[in-house]
């Protein structure tokens, strides 16, 4: 039994090795129907930088000791509790797999850099922050900036 969609969250957010990832997502793909949606979310690379590099000031020390390439890419230790991707990895998990992207967003928005002054918004003020981040969540010069991202992709073969 193939069903319509697939929820693919969590695992992504732990798988450590690509081979892992594709293989979730290969998992994904093989028990939805033709024509059906795979959900799968994503944890960031360049919102780690931002928060944990340079918010948090580790930046320096995670270069040191090499959790972080000269690209700033994090690099993944069978150890670690996440696994923080970039675009470029997820197109090449799709693509590896031939599915197709209906929309890709950051739902997160620029919300988690902003949190102290999100929580503090009035009623009114908060549902225009919340417009705003509709209007800016399928940028793709902004998709990496958000803690998530969540790629909605289609079954084709």
């Known amino acids: 039994m193939q069903i319509d969609i697939v929820l693919l969250f969590g695992p992504m957010y732990h798988l450590i090795k ?3 990832l594709i293989s979730a997502l ?4 093989r028990i939805t129907k033709e024509n059906g949606i795979i959900f799968v979310a994503y944890c960031m690379n360049d919102f780690a ?9 580790a930046i320096l020390d995670s270069i040191k ?6 690209n700033y890419n994090i690099t993944p230790r ?6 923080f991707v970039r675009l470029e ?14 929309k890709i967003i950051n739902p997160d928005g620029i919300a988690n ?18 417009k705003y981040n509709l209007s800016i969540c399928e ?6 900036s958000g803690y998530h991202t969540l790629d909605i992709l289609k079954k084709v073969s």
Do not use: C, W
């Not at 290969?26 to 793909?29: F, G, I, L, S, V």
């Not at 850099?113 to 003020?125: A, I, Q």
């Open 113 to 130: 850099h902003l949190r102290d002054m999100v929580n503090s918004l009035s009623d009114e003020k908060y549902t225009e922050f919340i």
């Open 78 to 83: 069978e150890t670690d509790l996440y696994r």
């Open 26 to 29: 290969r998992e994904a793909k």
């Open 89 to 102: 990895d997820i197109n090449e998990f799709n693509n590896s797999l031939e599915l197709e992207r209906i």
């Open 139 to 144: 940028r793709p010069e902004l998709l990496g």
């Open 49 to 57: 930088i931002i928060n944990h590099g340079f918010k948090e000031h």
């Open 65 to 70: 000791n090499g959790l972080v390439d000269e």
């Open 18 to 20: 690509n081979e892992e």
